[in-house]
């Protein structure tokens, strides 16, 4: 899993490739998914990135630097929102 730490009041928005480290701890070695990740270290899996967006939202949190839906990163995902 990434070893990206977490500030109070932040999360993490992530994309678990098949049979990588995270998509075999959350329990879906064979798909791709993405996931979000909160302070708390529990992790949330949702099958596109709308879902995950939208759940992060919810949690009244802001984004990490490397979280996808951070600023600097919006030029990473692609229209569809899978990663470019």
């Given amino acids: 899993m990434s070893d990206h730490q977490l500030r109070d009041g932040q999360h993490?928005?992530?994309y678990a490739y098949p049979s990588s480290v995270i998509a075999d701890a959350v329990g879906h070695p064979n798909g791709c998914h993405y996931y979000t990740r909160?302070?708390?270290g529990s992790i949330t899996v949702f099958a596109t990135y709308e879902a995950?967006?939208?759940?992060?939202?919810?949690q009244g949190t802001e984004p990490?630097?490397?979280?996808?839906?951070?600023p600097l990163n919006a030029k990473f995902l692609?229209?569809?929102g899978v990663p470019a």
């Fill in 12 to 14: 993490f928005i992530g």
């Fill in 38 to 40: 909160g302070t708390k």
């Fill in 52 to 58: 995950t967006l939208q759940h992060a939202l919810t």
């Fill in 64 to 70: 990490s630097r490397w979280s996808k839906d951070h």
């Fill in 78 to 80: 692609s229209r569809s």
